[in-house]
């Protein structure tokens, strides 16, 4: 299925998406019908990848996400995006069953119009996110393929939860959001000794989340020193090795522990909550 719009139509549809307060229903309408077309391309690619023996997940990118995307990127990002339609295998293996994966996936899809497109980002992570995406091109649609270790996935999975809790630019390398807007007037309505204890609380409460932040990314730079040692020379430090991914396990559900008892930023606006 081919795109319905043209690429100046798609960026004339990014821009007013952008602009607008609201968007109005005729664009919302043709997004609808732009992601359709996605939707039906990331069906076949779904196919091809099956038959190839891997069981992936998958998703068309929703509204929300779009509007979040276009918000810090751009109208013009619409036209360009490579991940409108993707899908995601997660491996029960190491970097070398990775870059298998990613070979056998190329070749696959190389007889496509446009080649297919390998971007490593184990080599060039963002935030400390790693996996290998391929970007393949059936119907001359981008498709974006994750092929993710089980450790990059749980590194992932782990993270991005986190976003939703402190707030989603820290993928992006961004401080995590401050709430202390939401809870100031409340606060400077209270004695001298109680505001200054309150604010106390603040500070300490958002210095934790910057901590988070530095502790996963430091993990998953972690994840990936033993995957590239794994790869190599395994059977040369089996046990330090073992003893390291005692580590990492232990740092996933430490973080993930510490996680349960938040409360998302969005929906802090009383004392209660900063301590959270």
Do not use: C
Request: net charge negative; charged share 30%.
């Amino acid at each position: 299925m081919a795109l319905p719009f043209s690429k100046s139509q798609i960026v004339r549809l990014g821009e007013h998406l952008t602009k607008a307060d609201e968007p109005s229903d005729e664009d919302l309408a043709a997004l609808a019908q732009l992601l359709l077309a996605y939707d039906d391309t990331l069906g076949s690619a779904l196919e091809v990848v099956r038959r190839l023996g891997f069981e992936p997940t998958s998703r068309v990118k929703n509204t929300g996400t779009i509007l979040e995307k276009l918000a810090r990127h751009g109208g013009s990002w619409l036209k360009s995006i490579q991940d409108l339609a993707g899908m995601r295998i997660v491996l029960n293996g190491d970097r070398t069953d990775q870059d298998e994966a990613v070979m056998v996936i190329t070749q696959a899809f190389g007889a496509s119009a446009r080649e297919p497109k390998i971007i490593d980002r184990r080599s060039q992570p963002s935030q400390g996110y790693r996996a290998v995406h391929v970007i393949v091109y059936p119907d001359g649609i981008p498709v974006e393929i994750q092929v993710r270790t089980r450790w990059q996935h749980e590194w992932a999975d782990m993270f991005e939860k986190l976003a939703d809790l402190i707030g989603r630019g820290i993928r992006y390398g961004e401080p995590p959001v401050h709430w202390w807007h939401t809870i100031e007037r409340e606060v400077m309505e209270e004695t001298p000794e109680r505001a200054a204890s309150s604010r106390q609380i603040y500070d300490l409460a958002y210095e934790l989340r910057e901590f988070m932040v530095q502790s996963a990314v430091s993990l998953s730079n972690l994840i990936d020193a033993l995957e590239k040692v794994e790869a190599f020379e395994a059977n040369d430090h089996e046990a330090e090795l073992q003893a390291l991914w005692d580590d990492v396990r232990a740092g996933l559900a430490d973080l993930r522990e510490e996680m349960s008892g938040m409360t998302p930023v969005s929906e802090q606006g009383d004392l209660g909550s900063v301590g959270s």
